[in-house]
């Protein structure tokens, strides 16, 4: 049994080490697609996985992000390298399991549980340390320290989506969906992750900037589907700074236990559960002959060269943004 994860990444240069080096403590293979980073982010991907072969970059190349395409791409791409009885996870480069995936198939999950939704700790930039960033009681050298050390106070989500999955090499993952269709049997219990996509001002700037050039550019529009779709239109990126009085704020010792949330929101009802139990443990295989497949010509749709070029311009390593 093995762990695959799939690992899209753009201008994740501040982070993108660490979070290899965190997935490399658990992770069997990690496959890496760069969709078109300005910043040194593909570089630092080639460098580690220059020392250690578990990380197989597919390629760097400016197309857009969607769910569907994208994830579904890199799915049909490395499943070559998959079997039977494996797992793979959807993650990204601002995730820290809190759990790692293995423990948690190990010790939390039932057998017939195949699936696993995530409970995220979105890990917030408070107002208090944009002060202290503007006064210069922190800088970009503390970049070097962990991000676990550098920012404490998180919020749980309510939402969640799937992230885990044991592999089943008839399954499918169609070019118009953003999981593999009755991809198993959900489980009760969520992976925990913590979640640092608020990291510093600088990160942020960056961040807000791509995306409300992304946003402004219509084909990009019409690939998105992520449920908070105007969050991404928004380029002020001083609304997401958090208040420190804010009730929902709640404060991480490093090395300690997160609270444990037992949210029920990602469950259908009983009745629904006991139908999906029966046909997950006997058809899957049977219906999974009856999905469309992901098309093997089938590619990212790449970002459009004016798009691309802006992106270089506001973004790029010579940019003053």
Same mark, same amino acid.
């Given at each position: 049994?093995? !762990? ?28 890496? !697609? ?14 580690? %996985? ?16 969607? &769910? ?27 995730? !820290? ?33 944009? &002060? ?27 939402? #969640? ?23 198993? !049997? =959900?489980?009760? &219990? ?37 449920? &908070? ?5 928004? %380029? ?47 058809? =899957?295989?049977? =219906? ?15 970002? #459009? ?17």
């Amino acid at each position: 049994m093995k !762990f695959h994860a799939l690992l899209p990444v753009r201008d994740e240069g501040d982070i993108i080490k660490q979070c290899l080096e965190h997935i490399l403590t658990w992770v069997d293979a990690v496959y890496v !697609f760069d969709t078109g980073s300005v910043d040194d982010t593909w570089e630092i991907v080639q460098d580690v %996985a220059s020392t250690d072969k578990r990380i197989i970059p597919i390629r760097s190349e400016p197309v857009y992000f969607a &769910e569907t395409s994208l994830r579904g791409y890199m799915f049909h791409w490395a499943r070559q390298y998959m079997q039977d009885g494996d797992w793979f996870l959807r993650v990204d480069a601002d995730e !820290f399991h809190h759990i790692p995936p293995p423990e948690f198939v190990k010790t939390r999950l039932r057998k017939h549980e195949t699936i696993v939704h995530h409970q995220y700790y979105d890990f917030q930039l408070t107002q208090a340390e944009l &002060e202290a960033w503007e006064r210069g009681k922190e800088t970009l050298v503390d970049r070097r320290r962990p991000i676990k050390e550098r920012r404490r106070y998180f919020i749980p989500s309510y939402y #969640s989506e799937p992230r885990l999955c044991r592999y089943r090499s008839t399954m499918q993952w169609p070019i118009t969906c953003s999981f593999p269709i009755n991809a198993g !049997f =959900l489980a009760k &219990e969520r992976l925990p992750i913590r979640h640092y996509p608020h990291r510093d001002p600088v990160q942020l700037k960056r961040r807000y900037l791509l995306r409300s050039i992304m946003m402004a550019d219509k084909i990009n529009r019409t690939n998105w589907t992520h449920p &908070e779709e105007h969050h991404w239109s928004e %380029a002020d990126w001083r609304k997401v700074v958090i208040s420190n009085d804010d009730p929902k704020l709640q404060y991480w010792e490093t090395g300690t236990n997160l609270p444990t949330y037992n949210f029920t929101n990602h469950l259908k009802p009983l009745h629904i559960r006991l139908v999906q139990r029966l046909v997950h443990g006997f058809l =899957l295989p049977v =219906l999974d002959k009856t999905r469309p497949y992901f098309p093997d010509d089938a590619q990212p749709q790449r970002i #459009s060269e004016e798009i691309n070029q802006l992106l270089i311009k506001e973004l790029g390593v010579g940019s003053r943004k």
